[in-house]
């Protein structure tokens, strides 16, 4: 990767993450169905949770345009949003793996988070899906137009 002279050393990591970051999201462009979806589930739930998670169904949506996802442990359903297809596979994993610890602590307490702590790229799968919502706060300059 080529990295401009002029940057700084911290813009040259976090350029080079971003980078990264798009790379993983190009490679995970084919996208899941909800039956591959639901054996990743079952896949991080075994390896982070000890199986204990186990949904009843998880699956894709296009209503969760504020959320990444969402769980009702008493039915035992994961829904994610749509928006996370494409995006690297360490992020729909935490966002899975979110939804999953829902289904043994239901809020967001201590407990809740102590669980999250298994995955070991908890903190850069938030720092990614915070980035995203920022972008998309930023002003969009006009499209350009063929004249």
């Not at 894709?60 to 504020?66: A, D, E, H, I, L």
């Not at 990614?128 to 350009?144: C, F």
Request: charged residues 25%.
């Amino acid at each position: 990767m080529l990295i401009p002279a002029r940057m700084s050393e911290a813009e040259e990591q976090r350029w080079v993450s971003v980078m990264l970051d798009k790379l993983a999201a190009q490679e995970s462009k084919r996208l899941l169905g909800d039956a591959e979806l639901a054996e990743r589930a079952a896949r991080l739930s075994d390896q982070y949770f000890g199986g204990r998670a186990r949904p009843t169904s998880v699956r894709w949506v296009t209503n969760q345009n504020t959320r990444w996802g969402s769980c009702t442990p008493a039915e035992g359903s994961i829904r994610l949003s749509h928006r996370l297809q494409g995006m690297p596979e360490y992020v729909v994993d935490y966002v899975l793996l979110h939804e999953l610890a829902h289904l043994l602590v239901p809020g967001h307490g201590p407990r809740f988070w102590q669980l999250l702590e298994a995955y070991p790229r908890t903190e850069r799968a938030r720092g990614y899906l915070e980035g995203v919502v920022a972008a998309d706060r930023l002003p969009h300059p006009p499209a350009a137009r063929d004249e």
